[in-house]
């Protein structure tokens, strides 16, 4: 089946630093995601990307869909405390309703040391 | 109530219990998730519900049952568990497509703060 490597599995920053963290995948989605989960909470969408190539911007986040569709990045500029949590990565091949199934990376999490 | 929301939040269950998770979700969606999260491993995706109809069903254990009796509920019925189906659960739902239609974008899951299940 299709697999996700998220690296790294953790980081450890100090508040002001960049973050940068990427995804890549053995086979090609036609759409990547990056979710951000907090403690006790499920995951919330930050980006969605949709082109090979895309730079999407949300704010402090900024994502890229690879242009080879198998790898995606996410970089958080000058962290915050509440930038702390897990994020993910997530690819579909989109399409029919058989493929709006999301294969999920295995997380990075995000530790700001004070 | 607004979102997706789930309940229990926590549960403790003996491996000759039987129990059901509930999740209900109030964004007038079509499809509903279940996926299953376990410590250091990627999100699994158990059973997909789209149109109250089970489109998808990942290789789940027989032990673990779905029921999605409408648009806004989605139950999972828990018997005979083992240890190691200790996890969090995670519902989610979306505004499906459907079949045979092509996609555009992306539908996004929403998801619902999960169930803490522990099995003793």
């Known amino acids: 089946g299709q697999q996700l490597n998220q690296s790294p599995q953790s980081m450890f920053i100090q508040e002001g630093e960049d973050v940068s963290m990427n995804c890549t995948s053995s086979?090609?989605?036609?759409?990547w995601l990056w979710y951000k989960q907090d403690p006790g909470e499920g995951p919330v969408l930050l980006i969605a990307?949709?082109?090979?190539?895309e730079l999407t911007s949300n704010g402090r986040l900024t994502a890229q869909f690879g242009i080879t569709r198998k790898d995606s990045f996410l970089n958080i500029s000058a962290s915050i405390p509440s930038d702390v949590g897990i994020y993910f990565c997530?690819?579909?091949?989109?399409?029919?309703?058989?493929?709006?199934?999301?294969?999920f990376g295995t997380g990075t999490r995000l530790t700001i040391i004070p | 109530e607004t979102g997706v929301t789930q309940t229990p939040r926590h549960l403790v269950m003996g491996m000759t219990n039987k129990k059901s998770l509930k999740c209900e979700q109030h964004?007038?969606?079509?499809?509903m998730y279940w996926y299953k999260q376990s410590a250091k491993k990627p999100l699994e995706l158990m059973f997909v519900?789209?149109?109250?109809?089970?489109?998808e069903n990942n290789s789940v254990p027989s032990r673990f049952s779905p029921e999605c009796p409408n648009s806004s509920h989605l139950f999972l019925h828990l018997h005979t568990l083992q240890p190691e189906d200790s996890a969090l659960y995670l519902c989610?739902?979306?505004?499906?497509?459907?079949?045979?239609?092509?996609?555009?974008?992306?539908?996004?899951?929403?998801f619902g703060p999960g169930t803490r299940l522990t099995v003793l």
């Open positions: 989610a739902s979306s505004q499906s497509l459907g079949p045979g239609l092509a996609g555009g974008g992306y539908n996004e899951q929403f």
């Open positions: 086979s090609i989605f036609n759409t």
């Open positions: 990307l949709y082109k090979a190539g």
């Open positions: 997530a690819g579909q091949l989109g399409g029919d309703f058989g493929n709006e199934k999301l294969t």
């Open positions: 964004l007038g969606h079509n499809a």
């Open positions: 519900y789209s149109l109250e109809e089970r489109v």
